[in-house]
Nanobody, 114 residues
Framework: VQLQASGGGLVQAGGSLRLSCKAS????????MSWYRQAPGKQRELVAN???????NYADSVKGRFTISRDNAKRTVSLQMSSLKPEDTAVYYC?????????WGQGTQVTVSS
């Protein structure tokens, strides 16, 4: 399984970014996909996830600002981030649980300046 994340960058507070994660080596359509983030000195935390059935869940801190979506045909999960805040600054990781283990993408840095 490989998860290739892209789309991070530097943005001012209030701005938007879109992250994408392309999966390979797995049956994407039956797999839940998630985005996690890890800020310096903090534990990795779940940001959002998308089940194979299309349900979505969000951390309270991003509800109403972030939207997770998936395109099964393109084997891609995306995270649209709006109204970004400095506290959203972190490395963002794509994640799935497949064949009894967790798989992680390489991480993409998101930096929000105030």
């Amino acid at each position: 399984v490989q998860l290739q994340a892209s789309g991070g960058g530097l943005v001012q507070a209030g701005g938007s970014l879109r992250l994408s994660c392309k999966a390979s080596g797995m049956v994407f359509s039956i797999s839940a996909m998630s985005w996690y983030r890890q800020a310096p000195g903090k534990q990795r935390e779940l940001v959002a996830n998308s089940t194979s059935g299309g349900s979505t869940n969000y951390a309270d801190s991003v509800k109403g600002r972030f939207t997770i979506s998936r395109d099964n045909a393109k084997r891609t999960v995306s995270l649209q981030m709006s109204s970004l805040k400095p506290e959203d600054t972190a490395v963002y990781y794509c994640n799935t649980f497949y064949r009894l283990r967790a798989w992680w993408g390489q991480g993409t840095q998101v930096t929000v300046s105030s």
